[in-house]
């Protein structure tokens, strides 16, 4: 088995150490001695993106976030669009979770028209939100650190990925986090988000391995120090 994985826009988004979700898929993949490549994507390059099996973006600021439009038209953004359709399983984190829904309307109030391929939209906000937070999963408790100025509103067909244990999430408001459509995982977890949350982790590679290798199985790591990492954060967070 192997799994290719496209990291789409690392020249911009890519913020708060989330390239190293991909590092973390990487070596999950690696110590089970399964094959993973990664390419990279920048602005202004474009590759098929049915090659891939998984496809990462990560978040960046309010400026960034504008950079991509053009680039977007260019006709990645249909590319994006056909992916999710076809079941690639993606990881966007923040800004890049931002980016696959319809706009996202700046806290200066610079309205970005995004991708469209989520039912959902983000209305920037004068206060940002920021800190350490945790959100219950289908997958488990998953722990990480925001910072976004979005607040971002789930539509039809789109779930949450969680509910805030601890936090704001994707708003501040309705207690949901992230979103789930398809195959697609979107969150406002930074820190990176995997290394300190094996299980969400193995998940994302199982949803992305199973499309190719339908009866594909990750064995368990001997990942105790990612789970004490874990649980200590969760501790620190809800005291229990
Ligand atoms: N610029 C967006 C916001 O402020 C996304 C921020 C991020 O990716 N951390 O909401």
Redesign the pocket.
Known sequence: MELKICHLYPDV?N??GDRGNVLAMKKRLEWRGIGCTVDEIPIGERLPLSKFDLIFI?????F??GLLLDDLRSGKGEDIRSAVEDGLTFLT??????LMGRY?E??TGEKLPFLGALDLY?V?GEE?LIGNFAFETEYGPVVGF?????RTYLGEGVKPLGRVIRGRGNNGKDGTEGARYKNVFGT?S?GPVLPKNPEFCDTILLTALRRRYPSAELEPLADLSEREAHDSVLKSLTGE
């Open positions: 988004l913020l708060y990560g978040g960046g600021q309010d960034e976030q984190v923040c800004g890049g979770y931002q996202y700046t806290h983000t920037g940002r925001e910072n976004h100025s979005g406002y930074h």
